[in-house]
């Protein structure tokens, strides 16, 4: 027997309405972006409009998954019976999102750390999680029925889990690599530490949703309560990623006074030579491009050697590896 009508349709529309709220989140901070990084590569811009198309036809994906059943099988035994046929489109958009993202930001763990395991761990969580979505709309497509929801447990969870432990990943990742380049500057480190709270905000949400999204799966199977989640879950993961690529100007101006960017996730490697008096060097970013290398040097009492990876100023020791 399918679920009674408000715990089949009333949580589908709430997921509905969350999604198309945070899509317009989304593009107020992509218009934000390409109005202030004009001079970003073309590659991560052209990422970023590939999200823009991604996040818009999953928008209109939840749209007619409600708008079928609630409209056009008003009232038809059919609506309670069978799944919406654009169900299956739900989890095929969400990892055809969180998938790129997550590797891309695993790619940026590799310039940070320059180690390969943690990077290559996150890759192959978030392709599993790619497939465990694909298995979960083919699953969905073959069986149809309200009735059989129970069947779908495997690969939601195959995805839901694979993707929550891919963002705990990366959120750890991130925070340690970014509170062990504390320098013991207060300016410095009070950037870094506004970065790891950021990092910390953007990253676990993901993870926390794809896990309540399980939890209700496996709870409270004869219901729809899991979509509320669901239907969220890759407008997430595009809001998170553009508001740390938006937040590289206020962290440059913490940082230098001036234009700049300093981000967690986005700089490229930069090094400076030992000052051989009694100098400290910082570097900052001064262009909006990622390709910048203009920096500025500020004398802080000691020797050292630093570089700025991520976007985040991180001051090494000679003794450190």
Known sequence: MPPPIPLL????????????????????????????????????????????????LNTGFSIGLLYEPLILKYGQPAATTFFPLMLPAEPI????????????????????????????????????????????????????????????????????????????????????????????????????????????????ITAIFAVLDVICFLVLPNTTLNFFWDLALCKLYTNALMSTLNAREGLGRMMSGEHGQTNVLFADNSFLDENKGQGLHLSFRRSRSLDADHSRTINAGRSTQED??????SVKGAHDI
Not at 152 to 170: E, N, Y
Not at 308 to 313: D, F, L, Q, V
């Open 9 to 56: 349709f009333g949580p589908m529309l709430l997921g509905a309405f969350f999604n198309t709220i945070l899509y317009g989140v989304m593009i107020v901070q992509l218009l934000v972006y390409f109005q202030t990084y004009k001079k970003d590569s073309w590659w991560l811009r052209s990422f970023i409009f590939y999200l823009l198309i991604a996040e818009t």
């Open 93 to 204: 958009m969400t990892v055809v999102i969180s998938t790129p993202i997550q590797m891309f930001i695993a790619w940026r763990i590799r310039v940070i750390s320059e180690r390969s395991w943690v990077p290559g761990l996150v890759v192959v969580l978030s392709l599993v999680s790619c497939g465990g979505g694909t298995w979960l709309a083919y699953t969905v497509t073959a069986i149809r029925r309200f009735s059989r929801k129970p069947d779908l447990h495997r690969p939601a969870l195959t995805w839901l889990l694979a993707s929550a432990i891919a963002d705990v990943i990366i959120t750890v990742a991130l925070v340690y690599n970014l509170t062990r380049r504390k320098t013991g500057i207060v300016q410095t480190d009070d950037t870094i530490n506004k970065i790891i709270r950021m990092t910390v905000q953007t990253g676990l």
């Open 308 to 313: 700025i990876e991520m976007g985040a100023i």
